[in-house]
């Protein structure tokens, strides 16, 4: 089987639409991969079982394929092999109210939404507004001196005829729920904005300082430049950078607001320098304060594709669930508020993400596009 054909039938699997004869064929590869682990690996154990499966997926198709795995993006295709892996042996999610381990998994819940993906809406300086992920890719508009170039995913403000700007328009990139999108400012920063999230920004960097604001969750990595500080306005607050990169956590569901360093040093509000990675500040009831260091696997984790959960409550994970696939969630009494620890792709079906969930000691109801969550 070509790299390609496995990726597509992988795909397959997690949607529910392969044939019993594929099905047959995948269940078989993952039942040998699995054959000389324990079916449910206790906690410390789980991120070395995981790491080994992935390699030996990995060194299958290479050996198949040789270079052309490496070309094609053989991390999109193990993403979704380890989805249905761990829907296959009953997922790594542990329940840790309890300390018991996880119950079999149960049939798969009847909903068919899919994973977001690349898509946003651009409004231009005019007024207008341009749906992204329905026009061609090439150069969509001039702003100033700088071409719009639109990529898969992507949007690339570059440099043009070379005239000095003496005036600049603000442009904002808005994401919806279930959408994603990449940007390259006119300095060449770099901001990967999750969904429901929004950037605003000049389309050229004129004044003694660059600014931008944003919505939601965005991760930047930012061109420094001493002479002319870059500066996040967020929920009141100013995120300035001094040579870094850094995620902010910013949405108005979310108990507080977090920025927290990957890279380099990065100041918060008037008081606060970080400069270790993972170290994080957060705004919480009008208080901004220094917060325990972050797991930056975990905080990183949906620029990487990743559900990536380390000790987070169901309430935690299910808005990550809501903004990712389009849908309402309605908690109903009762709900336990232990912690759940594990790893799954976003790329995977809604029902296969439930029905992992599901170890963990809830339930879901689905009526339309609201899933209920009852004990």
Known sequence: MLPQDAQLLLQRYLAGECTAAERELVDGWFAELGEEHPVEPVLEEAGAVHDRMLMKIRAELEEKAGSSVRRIGWRRYVAA????????????????????????VPERIAIEAKPGGDKAILTLGNGQRVVLDSVANGVMAMQGNHRIVKEEGQLDYQSGDGRNVTAAVLNTLTTPKGGQYKL??????????????????????????????????????VVHDPKQPF???????????????????AYSDEPAMKVTLA??????????????????????????????????????AWKNGLFYLTSADIATVMRQVSRWYDIDIVFEKGVPAGHITGELPRATMLSNILQVLQTSGVHFRVEGKTIHVMP
């Open 263 to 300: 890279t380099g040093v990065v100041a918060v509000g008037q008081t606060i320098v970080l400069k270790e990675p993972g170290q994080q500040a957060e705004w919480r009831d009008s208080q901004l304060r220094v917060a325990p260091n972050a797991d930056l696997g975990s905080v990183l």
């Open 81 to 104: 092999a380890a989805a249905a892996l761990i829907v296959a042996i009953g997922g790594w999610l542990l329940w840790s109210g309890g300390g018991e381990k996880p119950a079999a």
């Open 184 to 221: 390259i400012l006119p300095d060449g920063t770099k901001v990967w904005l999750d969904a429901a999230s929004s950037i605003t920004y000049p389309t050229a960097f004129i004044g003694k300082k660059r600014q931008v604001s944003i919505t939601g969750q965005a991760y930047f990595e």
């Open 231 to 249: 500066e996040v306005s967020v929920q009141g607050q100013t995120v300035r950078d001094i040579g870094t990169s850094f995620n902010i956590n």
